[in-house]
């Protein structure tokens, strides 16, 4: 058996292939002056219509105090706006822009290409076994 | 035809970005439905002018030179207009849209923006009167248009028979407010007057909300609207008053016009209306009320009919369509609006 080292750990694997997945998306949508965060922001509220701050926080990874700064700098871009909520007027949601809707056709094709890049290099049954393995949530089984 | 639109798409400013981009579009359309100027079309060009005086000025020089354009409507900190103003050369009219000093501007610069004369002298008046404030503290980013606003300030409270206990200029961009904070607490005053460009005052009023210290201190913001309480939070706008020409929550004789065919044309794809956004909008419609009156709607004609010392009254009467100027209001927050308390 090989030794265990936090090299051959599936975390560290796992950790390891998201950095040098995602620096290759950083690098495609770059050209279009945009991050993974703001394409990421943008896909959810395209999909999903007007998010909570918190709710959108779930969606794309990311801490709340992180969220709250990209918001503010997404805004200043045009690309998003915030507005109150009409079910609860207390609460905030984030909107995508006409210009954020305009942008994110662009961004698409990008994060499209990244993704056939990466599938290259996997049979097709080996990628849904990998997506399955992925989207399951590993710790929810007990440890006992 | 050609109107350039001149915003910042980074920096402290560009938190209006989206509702001035949209109030433009929809009065360049308006003014196209409605003939264009003269029969020809208005056509809308648009340019960032960044963060800095430097990216300002190139961008001012850009709409000019390369793109030809006739007229010049932008949001700019005070610390920036006189950079746009040497870009544009006085080859044409620049109708400045964003909360300033006072005093003298280039030839033709028509400022339609209020000025701490018009809001906060007579808000530091009323906030004396109607909550009894005796110590007022002063927060301002270190810039032109802040340390205006401190003379004045200082003089207000004065007259109020009140006393300024202490005052603090930031420079922009600084989130970290942990030591002023404890100042503030330590001066107990009554009232902190807050003179901060957009985005720093969302992170300042932020961290006042959340160090506790909103529920027993007022605070008085110029140049703050709905579109920043929505960037606030909710959760920290306890006892946060503004001066303001134009609160979404009121609404104004004058400007149940503008706000409806908003509302028709975006929905909710944009931002509600605020004052920075209105203030774009009136812009497009008296500078094409001067171009109509100007011969070939000639650039610097135009700016020279603007001059040096166009008042906000005297360029609203150029305007074909009815725009209403609206009063100054003293307003209070209540969650994520506004409740107005006294006319200014």
């Known amino acids: 058996m090989a030794k265990h080292t936090h090299e051959s750990a599936v975390g560290y694997l796992v950790a390891r292939a998201h950095r040098r997945i995602n620096d290759d998306l950083a690098r495609r949508l770059k050209g279009e002056g945009a991050s993974v965060e703001v394409w990421l922001v943008l896909s959810a509220l395209d999909a999903s219509g007007p998010m909570t701050m918190s709710d959108l926080a779930d969606s794309v990874l990311v801490e709340a105090p992180t969220l709250t700064k990209i918001i503010d700098r997404m805004t200043s871009a045009g690309q998003v706006f915030r507005m109150a909520d009409e079910q609860d007027r207390r609460r905030v949601l984030v909107a995508i822009s006409e210009d954020g809707a305009a942008l994110l056709p662009r961004l698409r094709a990008h994060a499209r290409a990244h993704e056939a890049m990466i599938s290259r290099h996997l049979l097709a049954t080996d990628l849904t076994a990998l997506t399955r393995f992925l989207d399951a949530d590993l710790t929810a089984r007990a440890d006992a | ?344």
Not at chain 2, 92 to 120: C, D, K, M, N
Not at chain 2, 190 to 213: E, P
Not at chain 2, 230 to 251: D, M, P, V
Request: neutral net charge.
């Open chain 2, 1 to 344: 035809m050609k109107l350039g639109l001149l915003l910042s798409h980074d920096g402290p400013i560009g938190v209006w970005t989206p509702g001035c981009k949209a109030a433009v579009r929809l009065a360049v359309e308006q003014v196209n439905a409605g003939g264009g100027i003269n029969g020809r079309p208005l056509d809308l060009v648009t340019g960032d002018a960044g963060a800095s005086s430097l990216s300002a000025f190139d961008a001012s020089r850009r709409m000019v030179i390369d793109d030809r354009v006739d007229a010049v409507v932008g949001l700019q900190p005070s610390n920036m207009r006189a950079a746009v103003e040497r870009g544009l050369g006085g080859l044409v009219p620049y109708f400045y849209t964003a909360e300033w000093e006072g005093g003298r501007s280039a030839i033709g610069t028509a400022a339609l923006g209020l000025t701490e004369a018009q809001s906060l002298r007579p808000g530091i008046a009323r906030l004396a009167e109607l909550r009894n404030a005796r110590r007022f503290f002063f927060v301002g980013n270190d810039y032109l248009w802040p340390h205006v606003a401190y003379g004045m300030a200082r003089s207000a409270v004065a007259a109020a028979g009140a006393q300024m206990v202490g005052s603090v200029f930031l420079p922009f961009g600084k989130p970290d407010h942990e030591a002023l904070l404890a100042r503030i607490e330590r001066e107990k005053p009554d009232v902190v007057l807050v003179v901060m460009l957009g985005n720093d005052a969302l992170d300042f009023n932020r961290a006042f909300g959340a160090s506790g210290l909103a529920r027993h201190v007022l605070r008085f913001c110029l140049a703050l609207d709905e579109t920043q309480l929505l960037g606030i939070g909710a959760e920290n706008t306890e006892n946060l008053w503004a001066a303001q020409s134009y609160f979404l929550s009121q609404s104004q004789d004058g400007r149940v016009d503008m706000v409806e065919s908003y509302r028709e044309r975006y929905d909710t794809r944009m931002p509600p209306p605020n004052h920075a956004s209105i203030n774009c909008y009136d812009a497009v419609h008296i500078a094409a009320g001067l171009a109509r009156r100007t011969r070939f709607g000639d650039g610097a004609a135009m700016a020279r009919r603007v001059g040096g010392r166009m008042t906000r009254d005297e360029a609203y009467a150029l305007s074909d369509r009815k725009l209403n100027l609206n009063r100054v209001q003293l307003a209070e927050a209540d969650g994520l609006s506004f409740v107005v308390r006294a006319e200014l």
